[in-house]
């Protein structure tokens, strides 16, 4: 089950946070998810790092089909968003939320994952409260490792 592999020390922020809260969170913990949650400590969105980072990107990167031609962004590689911008709470950048309950199957889960493109995954008790999040390490290296008992037929 993925509560077998799970990290339980989960960095959560509330719905109230700002973009420059949730920004210090993901540097200084090095983190990729930072699960948004409710007063109850449900998860009602995530915030990605990819989230925060596309707010120093320029908007014409969604426009060009690939940027083997770009070697340097010049002045907006120093530039940052501003500060009201930094000041917004984070359900203005949040994604909606998929997360499993603690007894989910490994194999599940990581299908999840992969349907969803997913690197980390929370993980929410039986009453939806989240308990902890799981990466594609953590699930993959959980299930690797059952290999380990199993009889080797070329013997």
Known sequence: MIRDCMKRNVISIA??????QAGALIADRHIGLLPVVDPQGKPIG??????LLRLE???????????????????????RPSPEELD???TVLMQPVTFVEETCGLLRAYAIMV?????????VSEDGTLV???SRVDIGAAILSSWKTVANASA
Request: hydrophobic share 45%; net charge negative; no cysteine.
């Open 57 to 79: 990107l320029p908007d014409i990167i969604d426009m060009l089909p690939e940027l083997d031609f770009i070697h340097n962004f010049g002045a907006v590689e120093t530039s």
């Open 46 to 51: 995530v915030l990605r790092l990819a989230d």
């Open 88 to 90: 917004r709470p984070v």
């Open 15 to 20: 719905t109230t946070a700002t973009l420059r």
């Open 115 to 123: 349907k969803h493109d997913l690197h980390d995954l929370p993980v």
């Open 132 to 134: 902890g999040i799981a």
